[in-house]
């Protein structure tokens, strides 16, 4: 097994002793830092992802595998150039207004970070005027709004109006528990997922439509 495969592996199990550490010697055999990033830890993440997917892991496994895709990332990170890794875009992401929720959330922005996404995390209890805030400083491809509530799926519907102007500039997807794809129609989401591998399949479809 090669050095950046042996690295996906201690990913996919969680250990983040052994990613840091595997990071650091491919670094000193003079691995290109992308390559460890795009074929040793995002693979690993992918991996994860899809086995989540079908229920074969669950979100104790994910959350660990993706704290030791940190610390690997940690490590090579400041090593990277913007052009080094494959990046598919920006997405700005936050629990809507009122709702402080944020396990879901925080694993789909693991994910999407996983799948080669820069996220800018924006938090709990978001209001409207906040997302658009983020959306012109930050200027995303993706905006992913989270909900746990009934009563605040409301505030998606809010923050996806005042988000109009920048519509042709930024898709919008939702999800979170209480969410179906007809409510994501009803209020003129582009997007809706069901769980956190979902959300990146999710992102990547809208960014390729
Ligand atoms: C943990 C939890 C809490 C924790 C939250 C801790 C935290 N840091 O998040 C605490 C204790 C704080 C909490 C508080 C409350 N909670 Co609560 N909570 C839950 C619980 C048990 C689990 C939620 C969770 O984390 N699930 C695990 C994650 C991984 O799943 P997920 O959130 O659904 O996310 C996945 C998908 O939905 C999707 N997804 C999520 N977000 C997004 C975003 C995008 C863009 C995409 C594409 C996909 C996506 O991907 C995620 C990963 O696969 C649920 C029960 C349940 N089964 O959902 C109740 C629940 C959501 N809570 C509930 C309630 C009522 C409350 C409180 C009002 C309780 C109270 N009386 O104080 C408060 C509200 C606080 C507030 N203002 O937000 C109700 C909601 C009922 C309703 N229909 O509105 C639930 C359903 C429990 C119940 N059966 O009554 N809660």
């Not at 898709?171 to 209480?178: D, E, F, L, S, V």
């Amino acid at each position: 097994m090669s050095l950046l495969e042996e690295m996906s592996e201690w990913v996919i199990s969680g250990n983040a002793n052994k990613v840091k550490a595997l990071v650091e010697q491919a670094l000193a055999e003079g691995v290109a830092p992308a390559s460890i990033v795009n074929e040793g830890l995002i693979p690993g993440m992918t991996v994860i992802g899809a086995k989540f997917k079908v229920n074969e892991v669950y979100v104790p496994e994910v959350l660990i595998a993706a704290r030791a895709m940190h610390a690997g990332m940690a490590v090579v990170k400041p090593l990277l150039s913007v052009s080094d890794t494959k990046e598919k875009g920006i997405a700005v992401i936050g629990t809507v207004k009122g709702d402080l929720h944020d396990i879901g959330k925080n694993l789909v922005g693991m994910m999407l970070e996983g799948a080669g996404y820069t996220v800018i995390d924006i938090g709990i209890d978001v209001p409207p005027e906040k997302f658009l805030q983020a959306v012109q400083e930050h200027k995303p491809q993706i905006v992913g709004l989270s909900a746990l509530l009934t009563t605040t799926m409301t505030n998606m519907k809010a923050t996806i109006e005042l988000l109009k102007p920048y519509r042709d500039q930024v898709k919008i997807m939702i999800g979170g528990a209480p969410i179906t794809p007809k409510f994501a129609d009803e209020i003129g989401a582009d997007g809706y997922a069901a769980d956190a591998a979902s959300a990146v399949d999710c992102a990547n479809n809208l960014l390729a439509s």
